[in-house]
Nanobody, 125 residues
Framework: QVQLVESGGGLVQAGGSLRVSCAAS?????MGWFRQVPGKEREFVAA????????NHADSVKGRFTISRDNAKNTVYLQMNSLKPEDTAVYYC?????????????????????WGQGTQVTVSS
């Protein structure tokens, strides 16, 4: 059983930065961040594997967002820089507890079996 708690969302101006966090309780092999806006499909943002720390970032955020982990705190972070209004969304943390998969496969929501409640990120123009 895994529980995920996101935090750190808020309102920022375009060009600003924000870091969201996801604290995990329980064993996980990988963590990911997805985002969603009303009327649209949930979109992959970034993923990381606990073992080795391999990462994968969506093209839309590559170079601006960085996913990282803190093993001691069992927490993953998403550092968001150069934020744009189109980054506005509810950001969801996800965890995979069913075993290891390729980092590329972690861009698919079905690879995860636990999801957090989400944290709102709003970027004003």
């Amino acid at each position: 059983q895994v529980q995920l708690v996101e935090s750190g969302g808020g309102l920022v101006q375009a060009g600003g930065s924000l870091r969201v966090s996801c604290a995990a309780s329980g064993r996980t092999y990988a963590m990911g961040w997805f985002r969603q806006v009303p009327g649209k499909e949930r979109e992959f943002v970034a993923a990381i594997r606990w073992s080795g720390g391999s990462t994968n970032h969506a093209d839309s955020v590559k170079g601006r967002f960085t996913i990282s982990r803190d093993n001691a705190k069992n927490t993953v972070y998403l550092q968001m820089n150069s934020l744009k209004p189109e980054d506005t969304a509810v950001y969801y943390c996800a965890a995979r507890s069913r075993g290891q998969v390729l980092i590329s496969q972690l861009a698919v929501g079905a690879q995860y079996d636990y999801w957090g409640q989400g944290t709102q990120v709003t970027v004003s123009s």
